[in-house]
């Protein structure tokens, strides 16, 4: 079973802090890795597709990909209120071109 | 606003009935794929259609099943309906299948069944 693994949290941090986000995911052949943010009761809305090895800048948001250690992260930077949500963890399946996505982790960030 | 709609936003459904989700994909979106999402929990893969063919499926029974028309919307029905069907359902679009395209996805359905 490939799996994609998320801490629920709830993780808090203070406004103006930075918020780590982390995945790890079981599938060794996975290539493509994206974080998505879910405001409650809203759809996911994309934030970063990340592929290669290293860091991917936007913006307050950096993701971090280490194929080897099978990890992918999200750094989100000067952390508003309104960055609180779920943040899903998605890796596309070797082989099949399927979304896996990890439970989510819940981010508050308090004003 | 990803152009990606889907109708209704809400139903609710007793045990037993059928339901059909439907799905209209963003222009120039080829690639419609369906997700089941239980509260708490992230998306659950149901399947992909591409330009009208079924294109993977994810661990659901047969009495989840779907469409794609020739304008690439897509509709979802489940017959027999249990309480644990309630759930929220995303269709996200892609460009296309095949690849590791990025999705986008709706608003989504929300469904409660009693």
């Known amino acids: 079973q490939k799996e994609v693994e998320q801490n629920s949290g709830p993780l808090s941090v203070p406004e103006g802090a930075i918020a780590s986000l982390n995945c790890t995911y079981s599938d060794r052949g996975s290539q493509s890795f994206f974080w998505y943010r879910q405001y409650s009761g809203k759809s996911p809305e994309l934030i970063m597709s990340i592929y290669s090895n290293g860091d991917k800048e936007d913006g307050r948001f950096t993701a971090q990909l280490n194929k080897a250690s099978q990890y992918v992260s999200l750094l989100i930077r000067d952390s508003q209120p309104s960055d609180s949500a779920t943040y899903l963890c998605?890796?596309?399946?070797?082989?099949?071109?399927?979304?896996?996505f990890g439970t989510g982790t819940r981010l508050k960030v308090l004003a | 606003e990803t152009g990606v709609t889907q109708s209704p936003t809400h139903l609710i459904k007793t045990r037993g009935q059928q339901v059909t989700l439907r799905c209209s994909s963003q222009s120039g979106h080829n690639t419609v794929s369906w997700y089941q999402q239980a509260l708490g929990q992230g998306p659950q893969f149901i399947f992909q259609y591409y330009r009208e063919e079924e294109n993977g499926r994810g661990n659901f029974p047969p009495r989840f099943s779907g469409l794609q028309f020739p304008n690439y919307s897509s509709e979802l029905n489940v017959n027999a309906l249990e309480l644990d069907d309630s759930a929220l359902y995303l269709c996200?679009?892609?460009?296309?299948?095949?690849?590791?395209?990025?999705?986008?996805f709706g608003p989504g359905t929300r469904l409660l069944v009693l």
């Open positions: 998605a890796v596309i399946s070797s082989g099949t071109y399927k979304y896996i």
């Open positions: 996200a679009s892609s460009l296309t299948a095949g690849g590791p395209e990025t999705q986008y």
